[in-house]
C-alpha cells in the first residue's frame, strides 16, 4: 500500500469535511440573522397598521406564543361560614341568611353574588397588607392569584401604599393568567373597603395542546376589527398577554357558537386607557364587547 498517498487523500477528505462544516455553520448563522430581521420587520408593519387605524403601540410585544389547551374548570363554591372565618373573627354575632347569600358580622358583611363568586366589605377599611393579597383578609386560597399588571397600568395604579382606585389579582392555570377569575380590591388613600372575588376549582386541560397565534398577528387582527382612526382618545395599547377566558367563541362567519359550559379559552388580551380586547388566541377572531 502507498502511504504517502492514503494520507494525502486523507488530508483532502478532512479538508472537505471541514469546508462542508464551516458552510453549514455560515448559514445556519445567516439563517438566524435572517430571522432577527423578519420578527423586526414584522414587528413595524405591525405599528404601521397600528397606526394607519388609530392605535399607538405603547408596550413591548410578547414573542413567545406556546401550544396551549382549553381548560376545563368548576367554579368554586366555598360555604358562607368558611369565609366569614377567613375575613371576620369568629363572633357569635354572625347573622347569615343562607337564603339571601349573605353574612353580616360587626366587621363587615359578605354578599354571594353568583356562579364562584362573592363579595366582602369592611365596616371599617384596613390599611393594605405588606404581604399584599395574602395579607388581605377574607381571600380565599391568595396564593394561586398573581396581580393583573396591565390593569395596573391603565388605571394608573402606583404600589406605593396610597392607591386610590381598584388593584386586580388574577388566578393563574398552567401558569398563564385566568382574567375573569379575579380579586378586584377596591382601595381609597391605601385603604381597603372591600373585594370582590371569583374562584376556580378542578382546573384542568381539556384536550390536547394546540398551536396559538403570534402577539402581532393578534394585533394585527385588531387593527381590522377596530377601526380608531375616527378620533377618540382610548387609542393606546397598554399591554398585551397571553391567558384564558371563559367565553363562547364565535365562528368564522361571526355567528355566536354553542355554549361551552365550563371551558376557558387561549386569548390575547389587549389593554387601552378604557377598553379590554379578547382575541382568540387559536382563530384570531376579535371580542369587542369589552
Do not use: C
Not at 177 to 190: E, Q, T
Not at 193 to 205: K, S
Not at 251 to 276: D, E, I, K, M
Amino acid at each position: 500500500m502507498n502511504w504517502e498517498l492514503a494520507k494525502s487523500w486523507l488530508l483532502v477528505a478532512f479538508l472537505l469535511l471541514d469546508l462542508f462544516l464551516g458552510w453549514q455553520v455560515y448559514e445556519s448563522r445567516r439563517e438566524f440573522l435572517g430571522y432577527v430581521a423578519s420578527v423586526s420587520d414584522q414587528l413595524a408593519n405591525t405599528k404601521t397598521i397600528l397606526s394607519e387605524h388609530g392605535f399607538i403601540l405603547a408596550t413591548a410585544v410578547p414573542s413567545e406564543h406556546p401550544d396551549m389547551p382549553l381548560i376545563r374548570a368548576d367554579f368554586a363554591a366555598v360555604p358562607l361560614e368558611d369565609l366569614g372565618r377567613l375575613a371576620f373573627p369568629p363572633s357569635s354575632s354572625w347573622q347569615v341568611d343562607a337564603q339571601a347569600g349573605t353574612l353580616h358580622a360587626d366587621q363587615g358583611e359578605i354578599r354571594t353574588l353568583g356562579q364562584g363568586q362573592w363579595q366582602v366589605r369592611f365596616t371599617a377599611p384596613i390599611p393594605w397588607p405588606n404581604q399584599g393579597l395574602a395579607g388581605l383578609p377574607g381571600v380565599w386560597q391568595p396564593g394561586q392569584y398573581q396581580e393583573d399588571t396591565g390593569l395596573a397600568v391603565a388605571a394608573g395604579l402606583s404600589k406605593d401604599g396610597r392607591a386610590t382606585g381598584t388593584r386586580v389579582f388574577v388566578q393563574t392555570a398552567n401558569g398563564f393568567p385566568v382574567f375573569d377569575a379575579a380579586v378586584s380590591v377596591a382601595l381609597v388613600n391605601g385603604r381597603v373597603t372591600g373585594f370582590t372575588q371569583t374562584a376556580l376549582v378542578n382546573v384542568a386541560a381539556a384536550g390536547d395542546a394546540k398551536p396559538t397565534i403570534s402577539a402581532m398577528d393578534a394585533l394585527d387582527s385588531l387593527a381590522g376589527a377596530v377601526d380608531k382612526s375616527a378620533g377618540g382618545a382610548d387609542n393606546k395599547i397598554l399591554s398585551v398577554t397571553l391567558g384564558y377566558v371563559h367565553k363562547v367563541p364565535k365562528t368564522a362567519s361571526g355567528v355566536q357558537g354553542a355554549p361551552a359550559q365550563g371551558y376557558w379559552f387561549p386569548v390575547w388580551r389587549v389593554v387601552t386607557p378604557n377598553h379590554l380586547y379578547d382575541i382568540n388566541a387559536l382563530t384570531g377572531e376579535v371580542d369587542t364587547e369589552s
